[in-house]
């Protein structure tokens, strides 16, 4: 079973840092674009990052634009999203997602065929 598997969720002050990771069992990222989702309960889940295949193509949400970087490691096999500045609204749970193969960068849900199953994020002092 191809999946995904995030870590480096947890509680985190206002104005600190977190960084998740994203794992694959069962293939490898190389040939996959990521993406990085957050979801609160009762609300639709956004998209908050996306990197390319490639690496050399990256978008972020407005709301993170500046605090926070995606990044990928293919020799590690591993996704990451560094969060900085944090705020109380970036509580949530973030998902690590993966194309079925290639693809450029993109932050709709619809474009990604594998997920995690989630890592909580809480911002609270």
């Known amino acids: 079973q191809l999946q995904l598997v995030e870590s480096g969720g947890g509680l985190v002050q206002p104005g600190g840092s977190l960084t998740l990771s994203c794992v694959p069992s069962g293939f490898t990222l190389e040939w996959h674009a990521i993406g990085w989702f957050r979801q609160v309960p009762g609300k639709e889940r956004e998209g908050v990052a996306c990197i390319s295949v490639s690496g050399d193509g990256t978008d972020y949400a407005d709301s993170v634009k500046g605090r926070f970087t995606i990044s990928r490691d293919n020799a590690k096999n591993t996704a990451r999203l560094q969060m900085n500045k944090m705020k109380p609204e970036d509580t949530a749970a973030y998902y690590c997602?993966?194309?079925?193969w290639g693809g450029g960068c993109s932050r709709a849900r619809s474009d990604y065929d594998y997920w995690g199953q989630g890592t909580q994020v809480t911002v609270s002092s």
């Open positions: 997602a993966a194309t079925a």
